[in-house]
């Protein structure tokens, strides 16, 4: 199966900044076939991309997505309050569709 | 408006069996995927594996298979997770959520506790 490694584990910032974070595949993921996901404490996660870099209906032009192959990175360009949070890619290139293991994104 | 909910907690003792639900609406519920995802306490993501309604096709994450059963009842717009023998580490919250690639919309969750 496809191993989703994510960097870093924790990424402190402060609101209004850039946040660049990274998952890395153990193998080629085809077709960029990679979605992103935020979870907030005690809720469902929610999807913010798909195909690497489409954005989901009513995410915000803030949140980006990159990548191909066995590298992806989310982008945040400018941190709002809200998007502290974690967040978690998925690959759905191979059977199994796994996940990695989260980035929490944490207020410095 | 798109919607999947599930069922409530449960809290049970190793070796009973438990079935849980995820009701869709909002859309055709026979014409899209649903997937299981495990999220163990402090933990990450986990994809167990996911249904067609429309003819019951199953697809298990091997580290499921076995361990858990996938069903749908296209009939009543439901999908299912059960198990036959729980043990503690089941304990974790499971999600169902639409699709069969990316997921979206996502169910509120259904938190089970297996304990003595």
């Known amino acids: 199966e496809i191993v989703l490694t994510q960097s870093p584990g924790t990424l402190s910032l402060s609101p209004g900044e850039r946040a660049t974070l990274s998952c890395r595949a153990s193998?080629?993921?085809?077709?960029?076939?990679l979605a992103w996901y935020q979870q907030k404490p005690g809720q469902a996660p929610r999807l913010l991309i798909y195909?690497?870099?489409s954005r989901a209906t009513g995410i915000p032009d803030r949140f980006s997505g990159s990548g191909s192959g066995t590298d992806f990175t989310l982008t945040i360009s400018r941190l709002e309050p809200e998007d502290f949070a974690v967040y978690s890619c998925q690959q759905y290139g191979r059977s199994p569709y796994t996940f990695g293991q989260g980035t929490k994104l944490e207020i410095k | 408006e798109v919607q999947l909910v599930q069922s409530g907690a449960e809290v049970k003792k190793p070796g009973e069996s438990l079935k849980i639900s995820c009701k869709g609406s909002g859309y055709s519920f026979t014409d899209y995927w649903i997937g299981w995802v495990r999220q163990m306490p402090g933990k990450g993501l986990e994809w167990m594996g996911i249904i067609y309604p429309g003819d019951s096709d199953a697809r298990y994450s091997p580290s499921f298979q076995g361990q858990v059963t996938i069903s749908a009842d296209k009939s009543i717009g439901t999908a299912y997770l059960q198990w036959s023998s729980l043990k503690a580490s089941d304990t974790a919250m499971y999600y169902c959520?639409?699709?069969?690639?990316?997921?979206?919309?996502w169910g509120q969750g259904t938190l089970v506790t297996v304990s003595s």
């Open positions: 195909g690497a870099s």
């Open positions: 959520a639409k699709g069969g690639s990316w997921f979206d919309p």
């Open positions: 193998q080629s993921v085809s077709s960029s076939y």
